[in-house]
């Protein structure tokens, strides 16, 4: 789990995938007669004047010229960012964790039949970017702002059409920016605010409901028999912690110093007494795969497991909802998540 969203494409996949690409595109732009997926039933539509739109971001710019019919997304959090801002892509990708036997979300499938849209084309379930699958969806929009999208995948989708990739790093925007980049780009920047502004005012409020969180440190960490990960504050899973009035533990940077940039790092378990904060965030698959970690000689180096300040997330469905949020994971299970996290204090 902890390094699922981060991959790159073996080099000799991508010539024969330019090929394949050259001959699918004429095809896409002949085959649209599928119905557009854009504006939802809360959406309205793109500002006036919005167009056309330039979005920078790691690979240089993408210019939108005219309001998005078929949007594609394509990473995390995009496809949520796009529903929740009244446009369903004709395309997203498969969920696998967290996701249900079609690799759909629940907050996603619970908004769309909310919206009564239909469920989009689910891209092929691989880390790297789908290239002749999304060709196939004939979009004119390519959403991927968290993402690991490689070099070669973004020249290659730009061939398709206009391709907005992260700002910085993969797997590293923060969940409010994606939201914002998402806005930009289907010319809704006025939508995304007032998207933001409604989430803010949920977390504001949960967060005054327990003030006893205000200050604490926290570390957030994937406990596992033969790796633990911990995640860096630029990590967009802590970022929400953050936002709940909570402060990254000193030891999370001063342990993970020189690790590059990646959005997590792994502990050797020796080290393990070193990671020190107020509470302890511990994701897991199963309760069971939990309690065998804070049970074992490992866990109980750890000065929050012994006091039991340690707040599980567990279930891939709840694990998935806050690893990073998005525009509608993130108050679909936030007042879970915040008890666990209150639960926990009560431990620091």
Partial sequence: MPGSRSAARPPSRLAAQALTLALLVPLAACGGDDEPAGTGASGGGAADGAFPVTVEHAFGSSEVTSEPERVVTWGWGSTDAAIALGVVPVAMPTQSYGGDEEGVLPWVRERLEEDGAELPEVLPDQNEAPIEAIAAADPDLILAPYSGLTESE??????????????????????????????????????????????????????????????????????????????KPSDARV????????????????????E?????????????????????????????????????????????????????????????????????????GLEQYVAELAEAAGGA
Avoid: C, K, N
């Fill in 154 to 231: 973004y020249d290659l989708l730009s061939e398709i059409a206009p391709t907005v990739a992260y700002p910085d790093q993969p797997w590293a925007t923060p969940w409010r920016e994606t939201i914002e980049i998402v806005g930009r780009a289907l010319g809704r920047e006025d939508q995304a605010a007032d998207l933001l502004a409604d989430i803010d005012g949920q977390v504001a409020e949960q967060a005054a409901a327990h003030p006893e969180l205000a200050g604490l440190s926290v570390a957030a960490v994937w406990p596992a028999p033969d790796s633990f990960s911990v995640y």
């Fill in 239 to 258: 970022d929400f912690l953050l936002d709940l009035g909570m402060t990254s533990a000193p030891s999370v940077t001063e342990l993970g110093q020189g």
């Fill in 260 to 332: 590059g940039d990646t959005f997590y790092y792994t502990l050797s378990p020796e080290r393990l007494s070193e990671l020190t904060s107020d509470v302890l965030v511990a994701y897991a698959d199963t309760e069971a795969a939990l309690q065998e970690f804070l049970a074992s000689p490992e866990g109980q180096l750890m000065a929050q497991v012994r006091t039991g300040a340690v707040a599980g997330v567990v279930g891939p469905e709840v694990v998935a909802a806050v690893s990073p949020p998005t525009a509608l994971s993130l108050t679909w």
